[in-house]
């Protein structure tokens, strides 16, 4: 949509009243870069910091319908603005992925070894499995366990939750019966019916 030609208040009144159950999808919904740019161009466009409280709302209006923010986020938004209006570029994502994300310190080999140990010994306790590692590293010397004798008993089972350690420890069961014994033996024919 090609808003460039809205430039008065009484512009967009007329809008919002012409199309009430319309909603816009101009600006990309996963690119806030695009949407701040948007952003920007309309408060400036407005000329916003010297409008009164009712036209700043309805610009408000708008910029919530077509950024598809919601009106508390739209008004920090506008807010960070304000603070940076001289700037060359006034709103700019503030978080973004690190540069050098945290580094892993159990591998999947750490969790192999996690679940060897574990069926090993039918799934003990979360101490039992700690202790259990630092006993193969330190008195049986196992280089493998270098990592997990270090091992948080709280660790222990973030790591029983992982998707590395639940993909491999699947345990079926058997569905068992509830109700009344003698019902399901009848039912199944190894109790008569004339035996009450």
Request: charged letters at 25%.
């Amino acid at each position: 949509m090609n808003e460039t030609k809205l430039c008065t208040i009484a512009q967009l009144q007329d809008l919002f009243k012409a199309t009430p159950e319309v909603s816009f999808s101009g600006v990309d919904k996963e690119d806030d870069g695009q949407r701040y740019a948007h952003i920007s161009r309309v408060l400036k466009r407005f000329d916003y910091p010297h409008r009164n409280k009712c036209e700043r709302g309805v610009i408000l209006a708008y910029l919530q319908r077509t950024s598809g923010y919601s009106r508390a986020q739209t008004k920090r938004l506008v807010a960070r603005w304000h603070e940076n209006r001289l700037a060359e570029v006034p709103l700019v994502k503030r978080y973004r992925a690190p540069a050098a994300p945290f580094a892993r310190k159990y591998t999947a080999s750490d969790i192999d070894l996690l679940v060897e140990m574990d069926r090993a010994n039918v799934d003990v306790c979360g101490p039992a499995i700690v202790h259990l590692f630092k006993r193969a590293y330190n008195t049986y010397g196992d280089k493998r366990y270098e990592r997990l004798a270090n091992l948080s008993v709280s660790h222990l089972y973030n790591l029983r939750k992982s998707s590395g350690y639940q993909a491999q420890r699947v345990t079926q069961t058997k569905t068992r019966p509830v109700g009344n014994p003698t019902a399901i033996q009848r039912l199944v024919g190894t109790i008569p019916d004339d035996s009450f």
